[in-house]
């Protein structure tokens, strides 16, 4: 490589190499986060109308909901963290995004699996494995797609010979390098009949943990640790904090979301609740770094867009994390309830999602190189997305408590109780709500992407130039 | 590719790190913590066996709740004495050892029969001469009698053992049916049996 | 110095961590397991035939989402109970005299004096009652229970040692068992059993719930009825995969062919799950798919495997409902699932609160 390469480059020029790829991560993962919210929706509504496509073999509810977690999952969690890892390590890096052309492959074919796996899941190819019940087929082509972005992105990396790396940087290599760890081993032990028992299921919890704590939490910090200072135009408190939250995430992450009663031998629980209690330090290190960056000044107040998204997703970080620290405690009473789907909503919406849309609104304008053509757009999503997850969450984690307290009675259990299906009922309108902000988020990056890169078929134009000719025609 | 470029959106300088350090008292607490939260783990962690399960904390507690039966202590019992008495020539497995003429003793029919009495008598006096175990011809080595020296209780002990290690399912053998055994062969001394003659004797039921 | 290859170092080792403990770790140790042998029974067994086609049906359809395989018990406390003398009985004498309530009853003290007899006086006597054409079981007892003031209290003796029944085995570790403590939480009965122990005693400690549990939540599947012990690694040994599930919008069915092996039932609560009285409510897909649907003549003869509602009738007026093959194998899958054999590792404790008198049905 040329001397001139290397040399820091403008953000200019950065954004211009990583255009290609990082718009289409963005633009597909606001397509998967409408694909997840709407399948979640539709899961719901079995809730409500329990006997609803009962003929219906590829549309059962378990389908549903794997599609809709899966779609959450990789589909939009994948595409957003990839395409913010590339884009904020060439920026962090001040060196254009190397083979652009190489990751956007990768990011192709990384969406072709994720619709593999949703395809496979109505098919019934599911593998039963929890949370990472993802086809094995469907992960060969996520690791290699994901491969693809690697490559490209070790390559900016190594870029430079540095002797700081900013805080976001090495949050940004912990998620490249825990996903394909994730992806191999699912793929690799989880189809392997060596693998018994339920070696299978402590596997697969490991897995969704890393994958969400440890994968999302990383790429979702990176962007709280990079967005904040920037904006805000003041450097991070503390570099050491940073440091212990890091390590911290990496090492007790995979270990989390054991439950007591679990039936694997009695050090896999200790274990696991020995890391909830320890993952306090990790928690307490995030919220007092980013506390004393912002000062007196709340994320709230605050005018600019990406700032507020990143405001919640830190404040659900917090919350998601207080719930890991106390789940030793708790989860006796709402392990097996709908509270678990609250916590991890909180954690991959609430967290993950709001920090990711903070990234996008940031992004997008300058990749596409136009703001916004309306900001006031982003300001209803936030609050639709802010309410819909208060809606979704609160009920959720009430019904789930009640929910425990039934299951934990020790009577007949049959039905949920009904505290618990008003619950549903209350957290419907909360996902119907983030349903319509995502679907705003898609339309404003879609049109955004078609306003600004697509010049022959920019629909405003087309838009125009029909007018004027009905208004010529009209004339005549 | 050159548009962005001309029109850039304003923003700020790419972020940077202030130097402040770890607060002294986290960084004790931490250490506190992880050195507490350690020993308690470690008190209930089953020293990480694969057999110890909450709310169980090791493998003792296991051992001890484990309730047995005067059956299951006999056979406990019985394992002991095979160990010192029989397993040299029939093996700790039970397959016997063709160097030494020993037949098998595991799904042999003698030892799996439906009464007791002739491996009873077997133990007490010993055999000698051809026998037939799962359809072998066993012709040449002597049983010595290994039962002469020991008690009813042990014999009895020893045969449930027998005949209930290694896959074997027979009933338990009592004090009781040693005893008889012995009365009526009294008149024999040590002399051992021949396979013909122990067919001459009845099985017994249970 | 250039940090790059630092951090990449740094994550991996840090990662290594969960990936060993929760990945590694566990994998190699299952891999080990065998499964459990007692006599004649080998516990579990790979599922074959209808029953491992169930499987692969129960997963496809994500059964998973909505129920757990998977029971919960809770803390126990122990029962100290001495079943065997053992060597040192001069000791065990002191210890055991120790333990037992000096208040207990004559009958508690029968049974001590039953099961230490180790001084020298009392073998004479035993000597001497050895001819009196006594079979060896009785011998101990009626000597002992000749030391009891009264005929009363000896024949109460005799009723609570069940000397009057057959030899068979309940009665007689009956007869050869003493409770030594009770209430004891592991920490407790520690001490007491490695003295004991010590002493070459064989003892056991019985685990039962306790009343007033702090932590009676966990005793909630047991009480219910979902199992009689808790689940254990073993018990998932052939399952691939081993679905025990995060969710219990329906119940636990981890034992669900242990407590409701009435096929039929099964047939008919997958075709309508709210047919039921006090399932009314339930949110229960329907899984019509699974049968077959045919019109049939008012009052015609039905199939024999038919689907009928409880009272015998089609599930379906005017139509007669028959299982697929799926459903067929589905059925044999949940029947199949059966927790009931006590493994080493999870002994069945005896729940002391009530207990419903009907197990409650799926």
Known sequence: MSNEENSVQTPAAIDASCRLPVLLLLASATAWLVTALGFGLFASLNFHAPGLLADCPNLTYGHRASVAWTAMLFGFGGNAALGITLWMLARLRGVNLRWPALAALGAALWNVGVTAGVWGFLMGDGTGHGAVDIPLYAVRVLILGGALMAIPAGLTYFARRDSQLYVSTWHLIGGLVVLPWVLVTIYLLLGNESVRGVAQATIAWWAASSLTQVWLGMVGLAVVYYFTPKILDCPLYSRQLAVLGFLGILVLGGFLGVHAGAPVPVWIVRLSAFAAVLFAFPLFAVWWNVRRTVGIRPFATSTDNTLAFVGVAWVCFLVAGVGTVLHPWINGQTHFTIFESATRQLFVFGFFGMAATGAIHYIVPRLVGAEWCCQKAFRRIYLLAGAGLLLYVVPMIYGGIDQGRVLNAGDEYINLPSTALMGMRIAFLGELAMFFAALGLMGNVFWAVIANCCEGCNPVEIFRMMKAAREEGGTE | ?206 | MNKAPFVLTATLAALFLSWYGMVWGPASQQNDLRPHVAGSTIYPHDRTGLAKQGAEVYRANGCYHCHSQQVNQGPVEYELILLGTGVNTELLNSMARQEVDPGADAIDKVKLALLIGGDSERSEKREAVSNAGLDNAAKQEVFSLAELPNAEAQKEAREILELDKSKDDAAQSAKHTLTLGSELTWKEAKKKVIALKGAGAVVMLRPYSPENSGNSGAWADLKRGWGDRRSVARDYLYDAPAMLGSQRIGPDLADIGGRNADAAWHYRHLYKPRSETGREKSVMPSYTYLFNKRKVEEGAKLSGDAVLDAEGNSIEPGYEVTPKHSARALVAYLLSLKQDMELPEAPKPVIVSKKPDEKTKQ
């Open chain 2, 1 to 206: 590719m050159s548009q962005s470029t001309d029109n850039m959106l304003p923003e700020n300088a790419e972020p940077t790190t202030g130097s402040v350090t770890m607060p002294l008292g986290l960084a004790i607490v931490f250490a506190l913590v992880t050195y507490v939260g350690c020993n308690i783990t470690d008190s209930a962690d089953g020293g990480f066996s694969a057999l110890v399960y909450a709310p169980y904390t090791d493998e003792a507690e296991i051992s001890a709740t484990q309730a047995k039966t005067p059956r299951e202590l006999q056979i406990e019992r019985g394992a002991a004495l095979y160990k010192q008495n029989c397993s040299n020539c029939h093996q700790p497995s039970g397959g016997g050892s063709q160097g030494q003429g020993a037949p098998p003793l595991a799904g042999s029919e003698w030892v799996l029969a439906e009464g007791p009495e002739r491996i009873i008598r077997i133990v007490n006096n010993g055999l000698t001469g051809p026998i037939e175990v799962l359809g072998q011809t066993w012709s040449s080595g002597t049983m010595t009698p290994v039962g002469a020296a020991m008690s009813d209780k042990q014999v009895a002990d020893v045969i449930t053992y027998i005949r209930n290690a290694w896959g074997n399912a027979a009933g338990v053998v009592t004090p009781e049916q040693v005893k008889a055994a012995r009365e009526e062969t009294a008149g024999r001394g040590t002399k051992a049996w021949t396979a013909d003659e122990l067919l001459q004797v009845e099985l017994g039921g249970e």
